[in-house]
């Protein structure tokens, strides 16, 4: 099943019309330049009164590990979205953080689609090791993960053999904002990245990580997104708003049965 997320949640009735529709996360973003940003206290009080089951989201942009750790805990986040900066040694320190809690929350990385926007036979600035998605062992510590093979039908496939898993279990996929003039805004521009361009290593990512598509999507192209990317979860904010933080209910809905529909399809 598709894991959605509807981003952006500002007000317990959103929350629960997101989770009432079907979605499986609720995001919080703690940035402060976000027309969506929301208070700890606020965030906590939404969290308190939503199913246990449902992931709260917490998104972030280059705030400290403390900061990270301890809005974590006093939510109640299940899941950290960092949309900054952040190092891969600022992961691994916030995972060694947040182990020291009873439930260790997924971190998930937002990264520009961009960054794919290359020819197959070539190398992007893109690897995994750099970002925390998978660790050498031993033996292949110091070596760089390459794109090895290129399929007939345009498929990448990555060798990984002698890495681990990483300390970043999600890549979330979002539009660039470096051609925007609201450039500080590090996400909820309600623009689609090209899709096509990307699906030659969405496999990759699939195979490693957890890929999680956002940027642009609503009620009417998400299924084209999922045909294209097979992700594992998508993430909505702008696309299903009645203005900055408010969401519109049947706009909700519309998403979470576009989603559902498809798998029945597929």
């Given amino acids: 099943m598709t894991w959605i997320k509807i981003c952006g949640i500002t007000n317990l009735d959103d929350a629960l019309a997101a989770t009432d529709a079907g979605a499986n996360a609720l995001g919080f973003v703690f940035y402060p330049k976000s027309p969506r940003r929301v208070t ?5 009080a939404i969290v308190a009164k939503v199913p246990r089951q449902i992931d709260k989201v917490g998104v972030f942009v280059n705030e400290t590990v403390d900061q990270v750790r301890d809005t974590v805990r006093q939510v109640g986040l299940t899941v950290v979205q960092l949309n900054g900066d952040e190092s891969v040694d600022f992961s691994r320190a916030l995972f060694q953080e947040l182990a020291n809690g009873s439930d260790r929350p997924t971190i998930f990385r937002a990264w520009p689609a961009e960054i794919f926007d290359a020819p197959a036979e070539q190398t992007v600035g893109w690897d995994p090791v750099a970002v925390g998605l998978i660790e050498p062992d031993e033996a292949y510590k110091g070596k760089r993960v390459h794109k090895i093979h290129v399929a007939e039908n345009g498929d990448l496939f990555l060798e990984t053999h002698g890495f681990r898993p990483g300390v970043i ?11 925007s003039s609201d450039h500080e805004r590090r996400g909820g521009t309600g623009r689609a990245f090209d899709w096509e361009r990307v699906q030659p290593w969405a496999g990759v990512i699939n195979s490693i990580s957890k890929l999680i598509v956002a940027g642009g999507l609503r009620p009417g192209n998400v299924q084209e997104a999922i045909h294209l990317l097979h992700p594992w979860g998508v993430d ?13 209910p049947r706009k909700v809905r519309a998403f979470v049965q576009a989603v559902r529909a498809m798998e029945e399809a597929s």
Avoid: F, H, Y
Wanted: hydrophobic share 30%.
């Fill in 40 to 44: 700890l206290e606020t965030a906590r």
């Fill in 236 to 248: 909505v904010s702008s696309g299903v708003e009645r203005e900055p933080g408010k969401k519109d």
């Fill in 169 to 179: 279990s999600g890549v979330l996929l979002d539009s660039s904002n470096l051609d």
